[in-house]
């Protein structure tokens, strides 16, 4: 009798290890900062996750460093890479500026407002407007690489 208690009480302190141990590693990968998080931001919400998690410090205090006016709305949440943040807007142009001081590097005329976030994809920016075209541009001069025409319904 006293070795089935025995037993059954191993059994239960090693089976409760390992189901807190699991629960502490998971805890702790869900709670750490993952590793896809990163200074570039190629996609809408960051990553193919759309988690919106980004390495870095966030400033006791804010401070606007630049503003950059276009001719009308922006819609589209930007995309990052390196120094450069890409863009659409609603005035039908693709922007990339300079992320620290908020120069234009380019821009391309898509003649079609664009709503949705720019993807970077190697070194094209792919870019969808709402009259149905997918643009991709390449990311460091803005030169127009192909098209694609969806089918309106």
Do not use: H
Not at 41 to 64: C, E, S, V
Not at 90 to 119: F, H, V
């Amino acid at each position: 009798m006293r070795i089935k208690i025995f037993r059954y009480l191993i059994i239960t302190i090693f089976l409760t290890f390992i189901v807190i141990n699991f629960a502490c590693e998971k805890s702790t990968r869900s709670n750490s900062l993952p590793n896809y998080a990163q200074t570039e931001w190629l996609i809408f919400r960051g990553n193919p996750q759309l988690t919106g998690i980004a390495a870095g410090q966030i400033p006791d205090f804010f401070q606007l460093q630049w503003t950059f006016k276009t001719e009308d709305v922006i819609k589209s949440t930007p995309v990052i890479r390196s120094s450069t943040a890409f863009f659409g807007s609603d005035d039908g142009k693709i922007y990339a500026l300079e992320l620290k001081t908020g120069q234009k590097i380019w821009e391309y005329n898509a003649n079609s407002a664009m709503e949705a976030s720019p993807l970077l994809i190697d070194e094209y920016v792919i870019v969808g407007t709402i009259s149905g075209k997918l643009l991709c541009l390449e990311a460091k001069t803005g030169q127009f690489k192909w098209e694609y025409v969806t089918k309106k319904k």
